[in-house]
Structures are given as structure tokens and as C-alpha cells.
């Protein structure tokens, strides 16, 4: 059945969402502006890893159809774009002590600048990672279910990043620290939480994330400048809608988002005539009737 | 008249007097170059024309952020409103198949501006900043998706062409610019100088009108603003921006008010779209596309959000470094050996893709600017102050 | 009210100076008797001396989108530069002054006003998009002398631009081609997947006029989707015979890669825009087996494109895409236009540009055999140069003639199944 299928799609997609969410999420937090170069992390990520994947090779037992190798690439990949994340940090967005529109401003100069620098290094074609082309998992084609072991450890990794941030979150004192910092950083300062460092943290934490959904995305679709601005509004319209600064409701709303644009072709199916290309725009058009009715967005409460 | 300028002189902030000493000396500098032949005048007429065309977008943004404190991220739908609007009408191969004067299409982009702004109001001006921000963005998207594929009313992708220049069918002017001559003006040789030696046609002439028509246009909205930011309504929607609550505790409807700031801001940007329409007579929903609502935002942030001057300062500003960056490569020499190797290759990576480099010098000096003057170039200063309190301290 | 002083402004004397500034600049002008415009910037004498370089420009697609194009078009250009160069036109020098177009239509205009109006080119080679070249003709071109050749641009709207050249065969007789290839290929319903701009546009409505079959799906996508795993979940289930791939090299691979790990059968078909090495590279092996795909018939079989190939495959390790080849013609047509004009403004060579590609004239492959042929004082009737993406030959619209190649994958190459006419 068709359904299932796009079902499928969407689970992978939402996957990378989910990861690009959480990181805006995170850095809305702490640093209080929208941050447009959040996008091109994402890109800075995949480009990343690629290196990484050149320079480490095909070691390493394969799992889920990805060679050992691959997942250290994905670690570079999200080291790689932490460090970008932190430098631009310190030497931009701290220094500035303009509002959220001001480094709204900014964030989109800093944009242009990694994408320049990602143009001047790769030039502007599109790159593959060297992973071996799957096929479907046969067990699953019967049902209508066609998904290869890859995008299953996309999904999979995914779930874990998620399972684990929301352990650190809960459980760990720098998950409390992050938290209580979120709320009130000025409170959090006086009963001696140390928020420069826990603000670069948060920081390594989001944009890293970020940096595994960029190398996702370039998994499933392919590595290229603008990648990450492409999918960058998508990204703003997920956070929107599971309300900003919660970093439960970015994970609902990258899984929610997720599924709309991949559940697109269902319109045509059941004899309504709009086209998938007017997904984005369905996707947008549901965020603002959510908005209309919780104006904070699903999870999103206070002025977090 | 030149007494209250030179009040105005002695009264103006150090800020104003530094930006109105590089604005002269930029202005000379450009005098210059045209006398030196060193500067095309139709492509420094075309450029002002498009500083025109930011200029009124700015304005029109900073009565919704600089007035009403209203982050609306949908600048380039509103723009793509008003020059669609013209366009369906006025364009040779419009699938309407109408023909009709651009000042109706004026009219139409400003009526269709008007109710698409009440639409996106409605659900989004009750949301926080932020939200706002985003879902003015994400609406922004849909107009553009809609517009690009709904051909039956807007040719789709192929765009709308053919449109005339907003003055073409007025009577005497209109057909001025085929009648007038071409104007040559010889050489002129001091020394070892040569000047002039410039040839003023067509393109020259219509550059001039159409400059007529965006500093007519920019004037009466300059006005119209500056009316309004001294009214009660305008007082008011400071207040709003500074403190809602208070203004609602004061029994203000501020709901109301913010929509009309919301209002008349996109209206003033699709007068912005209609008057690109006819100037470069050819409209594509690529003009909707979201970077070009961040370049009005810079140019509003980088010239100095809440102040009227500032948005015309920023119309200009944004173009000179969108522009002016492509002369960069001009200047830049091909190779250059210092005798590191890293630093050589590196160098010729860079100047050899000049237009990624453009890209990276376009976002470095949004940085900069920002770091170094963070509250824009040209802030409310004076205009945060009450007309009346300034008469009462000059009396 | 209180001056600073005596103020040096007052009305009367700013008068009186606008007056003699006046005056003084009325002396100096001269008015044109033509009605033209002309982007030359000095007088315009019967005799000139040659210029001691020759300067056009070119709005190519550095950044953007079509950035790919952009450089496709840069080897072609350098190619052709070198041979130019080589001798000179007469021994003057070409220069090509390129702006980018950042593959949107405002800064294609942007760039050509730069080129037209401040660096005065009477002839510019642009631009890549068909959107960016037609914004490019009305807002800059159209009025003027200076002569526009399109390099990549395909949609059937330049067709009604007479005005606008282009080197690349328009889409439409491309498609028909196409459609009568995968009828007798005995297909009854086809999917369409079209890019969505005027390029994609353009070649999906000729398409759809030229197919008598069924069309199973007929959507556009973006060039710069994210994922296009919906694109093909679609067409999958529309249940087409064949898939139709109007849109770039990018998107095939991306969707042809999908299908691939979805594990989708499909025949698969495609424009010239769908073909090339980075579809190749991009997809896994055995992925487009049997995929055919028709393109301007560049003119494989002559020494120079042959020659050409070579020097292109030497001095950048892979096989020119049709696109450079249109860009390397599209600046020895230039090259040809200015050599045979008798001056270099926009009406002269607006005068010369198409009939040096078409005969009357001797048959000439190569810039130099060309100016071989009109050192002897020949004029631009007195050859016709065929190019290395074809024999040119612009029409009345200026569009070139075109006649189409078809291709097939097999192993992973593509591999000449003859041509084909409309």
C-alpha cells in the first residue's frame, strides 16, 4: 500500500528534521535569536565527514549496511561543525550585544560565510558519500514497505541521539545546568552555574546534532552547498510548530514536519488535486492553523 | 530654504553629520567618475533606481519593525504582490489577456497587498515576535509556491514580459524618451586627463524618468510616514512597541493598530514591486524568493532600525555592497607570491572564484558593519523625540 | 532664527552657477541625428582604428543553482579563448568581461547592465537560465544594438524573442524527438518529471503536445529539494511504462538513485539536461541500464569536436558535457562576428553574427580555417562555421538548426544509438 510507504519516507526524513530541530532548538535557548546559519552547519557537517570518510576509509565492521568508517565520519562530521559552531560563537554572536534581530542579521552574513568558504574548498557540484548502493530490505517489499538498511540507521541513530539528549537533559547535572540556564540564565548565574561555559556547551551540543543531521541528509539525498539553506525554512516552520526554545516540542514538530512533506503524494492519491509541489507550502500552512490555535506551539510555554 | 538647512546641520547628531560627510564625498566621488567616463551614466542611473526600489521597501518595513516592533519576514511576498499585480495586467503576454494602465495596476498591486495583509494578520499578529518572524515567512512561501504554479494566472515560471514603463502612455512624457536625441558629449582633454566624451541615449533618458518616478514615489511616502510617526496614531504604536502592555492597560485597542502598521507597510512594499515591474519590465516568481527579504533586513538593520533616514541610507547601502563587490574582482590581481604556499593557492582559489568570494565578502561585511555600529548607521535619535518636547527646549 | 554667518547658498547664487555649469556643457554636446542607441562610448566615426583589445562580455551562473552550467561554460570558454587567441582576431586580442548572474533573474540583470551600460561590450554571450536570458533581453537588451547570445538557454520562450540568439537548440524540438523515441519504443503511459522553472516548464508543455499517449504524472519538482523520495514514490505508483526526466543531471541522479534503493522498474528516459557524468557517478552501477536520452547532436563525427573532446579530456580528466561545447561556439562565433564586421559596435555585429554561421559561405570547422578564409578580405557571407555542437546556422528567431542524438546506457556509458530528426 502506497500509504506505508510514504509512511516510511517520512520516518527517514523526519529523522534529519528531528536532528536540524533540536539543534535550532537548543541554540534558540540559550542565545535567544533565530539563527540562519543554522542551515548551513548542517552543510558544514556534511562536507565534514566527507573529508573524514576520504581520510579514514572503509574500516570496520559494516552496520546497517554502513561500514564502520562511516560512523566515525559521523562523528567528525558533527565535531567539525561544533568547532564551526563555537568559533563563530565567540568571535561573532558574543561579542555583540544587540538584540535577537540584530543577531538574526548576523547569523545571516555568518550564513554566506560558510557557504562561501564550503564553495571556495568543493567547489558547487554535488558529492556522494563512497558507501556501497543498497537495494530495499526484501522482507519488507511484500507490504509495500521499501526502505534500505541505511536510511533504517539513519532512523536508528537518530532515535538514539534523541533518547540520549533526553537522558542528558534529565539525568545529568550538565542537562540540568543546560536547562536551568534556558530558563533564566541570570538566576542560574547567581546560584553559581558557570553559563559562559555551559552556553558553549549548548552550543558543541546543537550544532553537533546538527552536524549528524547534515551528514544524514547528505546520506539520503546528496552533499551540496546549498543543502542545508534548502532545507532550512522547513526546519524553522518544525521548530515553530513544537513551540521554540522546547526541545521536546522540535523533536514532535521535525517528526510532524517530517511526515507532511513525504505524506504529500496521499492528497493526490485520494483525488485532490495538489501537488507535491506545493508540500512546503501545505507544511507552512498547518504550522500557522496550529499556531492559531496554541499560539506558543505544541510544547512550547513560557518564553523559555 | 537653506536657512533650515543649515539649522537642521547644526542640530543634526554627530551620526547624521558623519553619514551625510560620506554620503558627500561618495556623491563627489561618483560625480567624478561620471565626468571621468570612469562611470556609465545609464548603469549608475539603473543603480539608483534599484537603491529607490530598497529604499521604499525599507521604509515600508520600518513602519512595521521600526514603528510597531512587528517582525515580518514576508517583505518579498508583498513586493511580489505589487508587481504581479501590475504585471497580470499590464504585461504583453499576460494569460488574463488584458492591457491596461499601469497606474491601474498600481491600484490593483496596492488592493491586492492590502487584503493578502489582512489575511497573513489576522492569524499571525497575536504570536510572539518570534513565531511571528517565522510564520510570516513560511505565508510568505506559500504566496511565492502559488504564484509559481498556478500558470493559468501568472504564466508560471516563464514569468510576465513586455510591460511598458510606468510613464509610457502618458501624454507628452510618454513618448519622450523615443523622441529625445541622442546626446553626445565630446572629450575633453586637460593634460594629461581626459573627461566627458559621454553619450546620453535612450537607456539614459529612461533611467533619468524612471528615477523621476522612484524619487516622486519615495517622497510622498517619506511624507506620508513622517505624518503619521508624529501623529497620535504613530505615538501610540511607540508605545505598543515599547511596552504592549501598557498601552493595553491603557485601554488601547493595540491588536488594531498593529494591523495597520502591518498594513501599511506591505501596501508600501508592493508600490515598491510595481514600480520594479516597470522598471525592469519583467517580473518571475523568482522575485519572491526569501533572500530578497533578507536584504531589505539588512539594509534596514545595517542603516538603522526605526529611523526613516536610516531605511533610505540602507536602500543605498545594500545596494553599494550587493554591487560594488562585483568591481572587487576588477581590482584584485590575479596571482600574488608572497613565498608561502599556502597562502599563494589559497589566494588563487579565492580570486579565481571571484563570485563565491563576492559571496563571502557580501556576509563578512554584514559582520562587520554590525559589530562595529550595531544600532545601524543611522539611528532614531531625533525621531525618538517628541517635536513638541524640541520646541519647548528651543523656546 | 539664527545663520552660522552668511551663508554662501543662497538661491541666487546656486542659479547663477547651474546657469553658466550649463552654458558651459551645452558648448561642448553634440546631438545624434539617428534614433538608435548605441552602447559605444565615444564618436562614431566612419573610420576607427582598431581597438587594441577586443572586450565582450559574458553573464554566466558562477553561483546559484546552475552553478554547474557555470562552469561547463567556463572550459568551453577558456577552450575557445585559446584558440582565439592564438593568432587574434587581425592580432587584437579577445577579452571576455563575465559578471555573475547568481542564476537569478535580478542579478542577471544587474550583470548585463553592468556590462552594457558601464563596461560599454557591444555583444554579450548570456545567460544560463532561460529566465535569467529573457529578464536580461527585456530589461537590458531590447532597445538596444548590442547583440545577446544565449549559451545554455533552451526554453521555447526565447523563440519569440527574434532579437536573442542562443547556441543550444530550443527544447521544443528536443522533446518531440523524445516523445516519438519512447512511442516506438512501444510505451503507452509515461511519468513526467519536470523541473520547475522556465526551462522545465517549457519542456514539459512541449512534451505533453507532442505525446499521444497517456501521461501517468505530470508534476514538477524544485532544483533544490531536499528530498525527492516523494517525486518518486509517485511516479512509482502512477504506474507508468516509462519515466520522463526533464530536469538536470542532480535531480535524475537523485531521484534515479531513490528509485534504485526503493527498488523501482521503470524504463527510463530523458532530455539532454538528464545526461551527463555526474548522472553516471551518482548513481549506483547497473542503476540506468537501458535509460535513453536524446541531445543536440553535437558534431561527433567531425574532427572538431573530436579535436576538441580530446583537449578538453587532457585538461580536465572527463568528457565535454553538450554545454561546453555551445559555450566554446559561442565565443568563435563572436570571434567570427567581430573579424567580419566593419567596426565594433552592436549594429555591426548584430549585422555579421548570424550569417557567419550560415551559408551563404565556404564551410569552415575551425577559428583559425575560418580566418584563413576572410584574410583573403572576406566579408561574413564569405563563410559558414559549424561548430563543434553542430552546423549552428541561426534562423530568423535566431535559434540554431538541430538535429538530435540519441543515447542509451549501457555498462554504465552512454553509448550512440544514431540521430533522429523532428
Given at each position: ?200 556547551w549548548t552550543w558543541v551540543i546543537g550544532a553537533g546534532l546538527a552536524g549528524v543531521g547534515g551528514v544524514f541528509l547528505g546520506l539520503y539525498n546528496q552533499v551540496e552547498p546549498r543543502m542545508g539553506f534548502n532545507i532550512l525554512l522547513v526546519v524553522f516552520a518544525a521548530v515553530i ?64 | ?390 520646541e519647548d527646549a528651543d523656546a | 532664527m539664527t545663520h552660522a554667518g552668511p551663508s554662501r547658498y543662497d538661491r541666487r547664487t546656486v542659479l547663477q552657477y547651474a546657469g553658466l555649469a550649463g552654458v558651459v556643457g551645452l558648448a561642448g554636446c553634440t546631438t545624434e541625428q539617428s534614433g ?198 509517485e511516479m512509482a505508483n502512477s504506474g507508468a511504462d516509462a519515466w520522463v526526466f526533464l530536469t538536470y543531471q542532480e535531480q535524475t541522479a537523485a531521484m534515479l538513485d531513490d528509485a534504485y534503493s526503493n527498488g523501482y522498474e521503470a524504463a527510463f528516459y530523458g532530455s539532454d539536461s ?149
Amino acid at each position: 500500500m502506497a500509504v506505508l510507504e510514504y509512511l516510511a519516507n517520512g520516518l527517514v526524513f523526519s529523522s534529519i528534521i528531528v536532528l536540524a530541530s533540536i539543534g535550532l532548538s537548543l541554540v534558540y535557548s540559550i542565545a535567544r535569536f533565530a539563527n540562519f546559519a543554522h542551515g548551513d552547519t548542517l552543510t558544514v557537517g556534511a562536507y565534514g565527514a566527507f573529508v573524514g570518510f576520504a581520510l579514514i576509509g572503509d574500516v570496520g565492521p559494516t552496520v546497517l549496511g554502513l561500514p564502520g568508517g562511516f560512523y566515525i565520519a559521523v562523528a567528525v562530521g558533527a565535531a567539525v561543525a561544533a568547532v564551526v559552531a563555537v568559533v563563530t560563537q565567540r568571535l561573532v554572536y558574543d561579542a555583540l550585544e544587540i538584540g535577537a534581530i540584530g543577531l538574526l542579521i548576523t547569523s545571516i552574513g555568518v550564513a554566506f560565510v560558510y557557504r562561501a568558504l564550503v564553495i571556495l574548498g568543493f567547489g558547487t557540484g554535488s558529492l556522494r558519500y563512497a558507501v556501497p548502493a543498497q537495494r530495499p530490505i526484501p522482507a519488507l517489499v511484500p507490504i509495500g514497505v521499501r526502505i534500505t538498511t541505511q536510511e533504517v540507521a539513519i532512523i536508528v541513530v537518530a532515535t538514539v541521539l534523541v533518547i540520549g539528549l533526553h537522558l542528558l537533559l534529565r539525568f545529568t547535572l550538565l542537562g540540568r545546568m543546560m536547562r536551568a540556564t534556558a530558563d533564566n540564565a541570570d538566576l542560574a548565574q547567581v546560584t553559581g552555574i558557570r553559563t559562559a561555559q555551559i552556553t558553549r556547551w549548548t552550543w558543541v551540543i546543537g550544532a553537533g546534532l546538527a552536524g549528524v543531521g547534515g551528514v544524514f541528509l547528505g546520506l539520503y539525498n546528496q552533499v551540496e552547498p546549498r543543502m542545508g539553506f534548502n532545507i532550512l525554512l522547513v526546519v524553522f516552520a518544525a521548530v515553530i510548530l513544537g513551540g521554540i526554545g522546547s526541545v521536546y516540542g522540535a523533536m514532535i514538530g521535525g517528526f510532524l514536519i517530517g511526515m507532511i512533506d513525504q505524506l504529500t503524494p496521499l492528497l493526490g492519491d485520494l483525488g485532490i488535486p495538489i501537488g507535491t509541489e506545493y508540500s512546503y507550502a501545505i507544511a507552512f500552512v498547518i504550522m500557522v492553523l496550529v499556531l492559531l490555535v496554541r499560539p506558543t506551539g505544541i510544547a512550547g510555554g513560557d518564553p523559555g | 530654504m537653506s536657512a533650515r538647512a543649515a539649522q537642521a546641520f547644526a542640530t543634526a547628531s554627530t551620526a547624521e553629520r558623519r553619514v551625510i560627510a560620506v554620503l558627500g564625498v561618495v556623491g563627489l566621488l561618483l560625480i567624478i567618475g561620471l565626468l571621468a567616463g570612469g562611470i556609465g551614466p545609464a548603469y549608475l542611473l539603473y543603480l539608483l533606481g534599484l537603491s529607490g526600489m530598497y529604499i521604499l521597501l525599507a521604509i515600508g518595513l520600518n513602519v512595521q519593525w521600526g514603528y510597531a516592533g512587528l517582525i515580518n519576514f514576508s517583505v518579498a511576498a508583498f513586493f511580489g504582490l505589487g508587481a504581479y499585480g501590475t504585471a497580470m495586467l499590464t504585461a504583453s503576454n499576460t494569460p488574463l489577456g488584458v492591457s491596461l494602465s499601469p497606474l491601474v495596476g498600481l491600484v490593483v498591486g496596492i488592493l491586492l497587498a492590502a487584503v493578502v495583509a489582512l489575511l497573513i494578520a489576522i492569524p499571525t499578529l497575536r504570536l510572539r515576535a518570534d513565531y511571528l518572524a517565522i510564520a510570516s515567512l513560511g505565508l510568505a512561501e506559500v504566496i511565492r509556491i502559488v504564484i509559481q504554479n498556478q500558470r493559468g494566472l501568472t504564466n508560471g515560471n516563464a514569468g510576465l514580459r513586455g510591460l511598458p514603463l510606468f510613464y509610457g502612455e502618458w501624454p507628452f512624457i510618454g513618448g519622450l524618451v523615443d523622441r529625445l536625441p541622442t546626446v553626445l558629449i565630446h572629450e575633453v582633454t586637460l593634460g594629461p586627463v581626459t573627461l566627458l566624451g559621454l553619450r546620453l541615449g535612450r537607456s539614459v533618458w529612461v533611467g533619468m524618468f524612471n528615477l523621476l518616478i522612484a524619487i516622486s514615489l519615495i517622497a510622498v511616502v517619506y511624507l506620508v510616514v513622517r505624518r503619521l510617526h508624529r501623529s497620535p496614531w504613530g505615538r501610540l504604536l511607540r508605545t505598543i512597541r515599547a511596552d504592549e502592555d501598557l498601552a493595553r492597560a491603557l485601554g488601547k485597542r493595540t491588536y488594531r493598530r498593529k494591523m495597520e502598521a502591518f498594513v501599511l507597510g506591505s501596501v508600501i512594499m508592493a508600490i515598491a514591486g510595481v514600480y520594479y515591474a516597470h522598471l525592469n519590465l519583467f517580473v518571475t516568481p523568482q522575485n519572491l524568493a526569501p533572500i530578497n527579504t533578507f536584504y531589505v533586513w539588512v539594509a534596514v538593520i545595517l542603516g538603522g532600525a526605526g529611523s526613516n533616514r536610516g531605511a533610505v541610507f540602507g536602500g543605498f547601502m545594500i545596494i553599494a555592497i550587493r554591487e560594488g563587490t562585483r568591481f572587487l574582482g576588477d581590482l584584485l590581481p590575479a596571482t600574488v607570491t608572497v613565498g608561502v604556499d599556502l597562502i599563494d593557492t589559497t589566494y588563487a582559489t579565492v580570486a579565481a572564484n571571484f563570485a563565491a568570494t563576492r559571496l563571502l565578502a557580501v556576509g563578512l561585511l554584514i559582520i562587520l558593519v554590525i559589530r562595529l555600529r550595531p544600532e545601524g548607521l543611522l539611528p532614531p535619535e531625533a525621531e525618538l523625540i517628541w517635536p513638541a518636547a524640541q520646541e519647548d527646549a528651543d523656546a | 532664527m539664527t545663520h552660522a554667518g552668511p551663508s554662501r547658498y543662497d538661491r541666487r547664487t546656486v542659479l547663477q552657477y547651474a546657469g553658466l555649469a550649463g552654458v558651459v556643457g551645452l558648448a561642448g554636446c553634440t546631438t545624434e541625428q539617428s534614433g538608435g542607441e548605441d552602447a559605444d562610448a565615444g564618436d562614431a566615426g566612419a573610420e576607427e582604428p582598431a581597438p587594441d583589445v577586443y572586450r565582450i562580455g559574458m553573464v554566466n551562473s558562477l553561483t546559484g543553482s546552475l552553478a554547474d552550467f557555470g562552469t561547463y561554460n567556463e572550459r568551453g570558454v577558456a577552450l575557445a579563448l585559446e584558440d582565439v587567441n592564438a593568432s587574434g582576431i587581425g592580432g587584437v586580442p579577445l577579452e571576455i568581461i563575465v559578471e555573475d548572474s547568481e542564476s537569478l533573474p535580478d542579478a542577471g540583470v544587474s550583470a548585463a547592465q553592468k556590462l552594457v551600460n558601464q563596461d560599454q561590450v557591444p555583444l554579450i554571450i548570456g545567460a544560463v537560465g532561460s529566465g535569467v536570458s529573457t529578464s536580461i533581453y527585456e530589461s537590458v537588451i531590447r532597445g538596444t544594438d548590442v547583440v545577446q547570445l544565449s549559451q545554455n538557454s533552451t526554453s521555447a520562450s526565447l523563440t519569440e524573442y527574434p532579437g536573442l540568439l542562443r547556441m543550444s537548440p530550443p527544447g521544443g524540438p528536443q522533446v518531440q524527438v523524445l516523445a516519438d523515441l519512447i512511442a516506438d519504443d512501444g510505451v503507452g503511459s509515461v511519468a513526467v518529471a519536470w523541473v520547475n522553472n522556465d526551462f522545465g516548464q517549457s519542456q514539459r508543455d512541449g512534451f505533453v503536445d507532442a505525446w499521444g499517449g497517456e501521461v501517468a504524472y505530470d508534476s514538477p519538482h524544485d532544483q533544490e529539494q531536499s528530498s525527492y523520495a516523494s517525486v518518486v514514490a509517485e511516479m512509482a505508483n502512477s504506474g507508468a511504462d516509462a519515466w520522463v526526466f526533464l530536469t538536470y543531471q542532480e535531480q535524475t541522479a537523485a531521484m534515479l538513485d531513490d528509485a534504485y534503493s526503493n527498488g523501482y522498474e521503470a524504463a527510463f528516459y530523458g532530455s539532454d539536461s538528464a545526461k551527463g557524468p555526474s548522472v553516471l557517478e551518482g548513481t549506483p552501477a547497473g542503476a540506468l541500464e537501458g535509460m535513453k536520452t536524446v541531445e543536440p547532436s553535437a558534431a561527433i563525427d567531425q574532427a572538431n569536436y573530436q579535436d576538441f573532446a580530446s583537449r578538453f579530456e587532457s585538461a580536465y580528466g572527463e568528457a565535454p558535457t553538450s554545454w561546453s561545447s555551445f559555450a566554446y561556439d559561442c565565443v568563435i562565433t563572436a570571434a567570427l562576428s567581430i573579424a567580419t564586421a566593419d567596426g565594433f559596435t552592436g549594429a555591426a555585429l548584430g549585422g555579421t553574427v548570424r550569417d557567419v554561421t550560415r551559408s551563404p559561405g565556404e564551410t569552415v570547422t575551425t577559428f583559425s580555417a575560418a580566418m584563413d578564409v576572410i584574410s583573403d578580405g572576406g566579408d561574413a557571407d564569405a563563410i559558414d562555421y559549424d561548430g563543434v555542437s553542430g552546423p549552428i546556422d541561426f534562423d530568423a528567431n535566431g535559434d540554431p538548426v538541430g538535429s538530435f542524438q540519441v543515447f542509451e546506457v549501457v555498462d554504465d556509458a552512454y553509448v550512440s544509438r544514431g540521430t533522429r530528426t523532428v
